[in-house]
């Protein structure tokens, strides 16, 4: 028996609802000021949505966008959805509260992790723009599960084209600053040039200690920031083209 919903899609890109009962108030009445990007991470689309609405497995995000690009509304804009879970962005936790949740349908890295359909890519990024345009979201608060969940996430991963979206008017890109060798900081090195990246880090908006220690915490930060703006290579080590892109970043933030 379908659901009858007793609300309507936010956005004319919708094909349909699904409602979820996976929902609460966002803290403190305001809208969202944030989109998060997200992968399925499941075998296929439909044993997603199923998960998004079991009531006992308490997740669940506004869109899911299919791999043919259809686009379904699981949870009001005005509501808040549980996408994020323990996250932080900008020093700001309950990331929940303050974002509209995209959910892109990938098997992801633990069951296939392949590239985005064309077609699919077309529905996210009209969705972002229209959800960018509605609730007057900057740049850089457009930004991936793995930048505001670094040590746990890794969604929606090194093959979403975040330029894609950029060219799109949405979110906030550079070109990736060319990879030669040179000097680099990894897991294990302390001092003031660790110290200097983690101040970058963080001034972007990642959750990064600023403790002169390359730690746990900040080789995730800095895999989370190359898979979101230097996806050539992925690996952790602070690189002189990833502390270039990040300058770069920075001086051009919206
Ligand atoms: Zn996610």
């Known amino acids: 028996m379908a659901t009858e919903a007793v609300w309507q899609a936010d ?10 009962a996976n929902h609460n108030e966002r803290a403190g009445g305001a809208g969202p000021d944030m989109l998060v990007l997200h992968y399925t991470g499941m075998r296929d689309a439909a ?17 899911l966008v299919d791999e043919d690009g259809t686009l379904v509304q699981l949870v009001p804009e005005a509501r808040r959805a549980w996408h994020a879970g323990l996250s932080r962005w900008k020093g700001r936790d309950d990331v ?7 959910e892109i349908v990938n098997p992801g890295h633990e069951h296939g ?32 599960h793995s930048d505001v969940a670094p040590a746990r996430k890794e969604d929606p991963g090194e093959f979403f084209p975040w330029n894609q979206l950029w060219a799109a008017g949405v979110g906030h890109f550079v070109a990736p ?14 001092g003031p040039p660790v110290a200097a990246w ?18 746990d915490t900040t080789h995730f930060c800095t895999l989370a920031f ?9 690996d952790g080590c602070a690189d002189a083209s990833t502390v270039a892109t990040l300058h770069r970043l920075l001086a051009t933030r919206p």
């Open 96 to 102: 929940n509260s303050r974002s509209i949740g995209i």
């Open 11 to 20: 956005s004319a890109l919708v094909s349909r609802l699904e409602p979820s």
């Open 198 to 215: 983690q101040e970058m880090l963080a001034s972007y908006g990642y959750p990064c200690d600023i403790n002169g220690t390359f730690d």
């Open 177 to 190: 600053v060319e990879m030669r060798s040179g000097r680099f900081l990894l897991r294990g090195d302390a």
């Open 226 to 234: 190359q898979r979101h703006f230097r996806q050539a290579k992925v």
């Open 47 to 63: 044993s997603a949505l199923a998960r998004l609405r079991d009531p006992a497995a308490e997740v669940s995000a506004h869109y």
């Open 113 to 144: 992790y392949r590239a985005f359909p064309s077609e699919q890519i077309a529905t996210v990024v009209q969705l972002c723009r229209d959800c960018v345009d509605r609730w007057s979201i900057a740049g850089d608060q457009v930004v991936a």
